[in-house]
């Protein structure tokens, strides 16, 4: 991880779970780290609380709004300098059947925007940035072993609607982008898809998953995966870890 101090990370809705947990993680490991959210108040206040070498500094921004992206990349370049880290982790659900008349147009639209529009277009902006500094990168994106299943009777169950879809492409684009990287003979920038399995935080609560179907559920903490995080940053630069799927112990998803 020594080679990462005093570098700049990005990551896309940190300002709650897997996102607070990897974005305080990155900082007790030296990493200075900007974090993105449209709330930026929470982000705030864990850079209040924030004991770790690294500085953490809060940003507003909605992945699923081009404009928003365009502006805090345009901030970032201006102000900040150079990133060499970038965590796409912003995602939303909404639990309802595909068909169910209750999930609005604009709540699928929404989803798709923020897990996949939104993760292509930083995706792009960020490899840019990276490639200007000439530094090694990692762009890392936070999945969803949703994505790796085919259409069951238990995503189904569960109402992930396209939610299991906009993650099933969002790997799919992933892999497109380590390859096209890979390609490139100067290439200094590595690509990983984190695909976890259950996770406990608040989004199953935002879904509106009911809390019979939730205490169903055997999960990780957010902690598990800021420490996946961890791990393939700290991999040798001739080493990249493509793939890197995540389940509880005792759980048959």
């Excluded at 502006?71 to 982790?89: C, D, K, L, Q, S």
């Excluded at 897990?115 to 840019?128: E, I, P």
């Excluded at 990276?130 to 990168?137: I, Q, W």
């Excluded at 982008?177 to 609560?205: M, Q």
Aim: charged share 20%.
């Amino acid at each position: 991880m020594e080679k990462w101090i005093g570098k700049t990370a990005v990551v896309t809705g940190a300002s709650a779970g897997i996102g607070a947990s990897i974005l305080c993680s990155l900082a007790d490991h030296g990493i200075n780290v900007i974090g993105l959210a449209r709330r930026k108040t929470p982000i705030e206040a864990l850079a209040k609380q924030n004991a770790g070498k690294g500085k953490i500094l809060a940003l507003s921004c909605d992945v699923s709004d081009p404009k928003s992206i365009e502006a805090v990349f345009r901030y970032i370049e201006r102000n900040i300098g150079p990133i060499h880290i970038w965590i796409n982790n912003a995602g939303i659900w909404r639990a309802s059947k595909l068909t169910n008349e209750a999930l609005r147009d604009d709540e699928v639209i929404a989803t798709i925007n923020t897990n996949l529009t939104g993760l292509v277009l930083c995706s792009r902006k960020a490899v840019r940035l990276m490639e200007k500094n000439d530094e090694p990168g990692y762009l890392i994106n936070i999945n969803s072993v949703a994505g790796m299943l085919s259409a069951s009777n238990t995503l189904a169950e569960m109402g992930t609607n396209v939610y299991a879809g906009t993650k099933h492409a969002a790997a799919n684009i992933t892999e497109i982008l380590r390859i096209e990287l890979a390609a490139k003979s100067h290439n200094k920038i590595r690509v990983s898809n984190i695909s976890p399995g259950i996770v406990y935080t608040d989004i199953f609560i935002k879904a509106g998953m009911s809390k019979e179907l939730r205490d169903k559920l055997v999960g990780l903490k957010p902690e598990d995966i800021a420490d996946s995080v961890i791990y393939l940053l700290s991999t040798p630069l001739s080493v990249n870890v493509s793939e890197l799927t995540i389940r509880p112990s005792k759980s048959v998803y």
